[in-house]
């Protein structure tokens, strides 16, 4: 069983529309939560962290369940600018060392 | 501007043919890294560094190598490559009290004949 897992899509959504994202981990002793962005044949960026409590950046809106180990991404009003992949990054320790990245979510916003 | 620079940005090259890909950040990050990423399988750690002269293995360090001599560099060194390290190859850096955050250069891609 990978580490983190995700769904890889792809997902098709008209522009305008909601879209959530959710990954799984499995190591119960994960500490730290992270969504990044990823365009096509570009590297990777940090979109946002997930807080227990869920966090709101805009249009987005991470949360994150212990007790189930899943964290989510929901996207609201999309738009063309948001398609890319999204990758759910899960880190155990407290060094960045501790990384691990889901093979990512494929996102096509569509006019 | 700050940023991670990788070079080459595309190489073909053959078997066995020893390659360096070079890496350089101007962030004075301590901590640096290695990954490839493949279809399916994500990003995958290779080799990272917690500091100059301190480097350690991650998931898949087999047929790579590294060194950490210089605190902004960070090359990455295939002795014999093999068509099996064909991929895209990114370089990160972080500073220490980072959170999470992994500053990427644009990436490397690789392929071996």
């Known amino acids: 069983r990978k580490e983190v897992e995700q769904d890889p899509g792809p997902f098709n959504v008209p522009e305008g529309a909601t879209v959530a994202f959710n990954c799984t981990y499995s190591n119960s002793a994960s500490q730290s939560f992270f969504w990044y962005r990823q365009d096509c044949r570009k590297e990777p960026k940090l979109l946002m962290s997930?807080?227990?409590s869920g966090n709101e950046d805009g249009r987005f809106t991470a949360q994150l369940n212990r007790a189930s180990q899943y964290i989510s991404l929901l996207i609201r009003d999309s738009k063309l600018s948001d398609s890319a992949t999204y990758l759910c990054v899960v880190r155990t320790s407290g060094s960045a060392r501790q990384l691990t990245f889901g093979s990512g979510t494929q996102l096509t916003v569509l006019p | 501007e700050a940023q991670v620079t990788q070079n080459p940005r595309y190489l073909i090259t053959v078997t066995g043919k020893k390659l360096t890909v070079t890496c350089s950040q101007n962030m004075n990050h301590e901590y640096m890294s290695w990954y490839r990423q493949d279809p399916g399988l994500g990003l995958r750690q290779i080799y990272y560094s917690m500091n100059v002269e301190v480097t350690d293995k991650g998931d898949v360090p087999e047929g790579y190598k590294v060194s950490r001599k210089e605190k902004r560099n960070f090359p990455l060194i295939l002795e014999s490559p093999s068509p099996n390290q064909t991929s895209l190859y990114f370089c990160?850096?972080?500073?220490?009290?980072?959170?999470?955050?992994?500053?990427f250069g644009e990436g490397s891609r690789l392929t071996v004949l």
């Open positions: 997930v807080y227990s």
């Open positions: 990160a850096s972080s500073s220490p009290g980072s959170t999470g955050e992994l500053f």
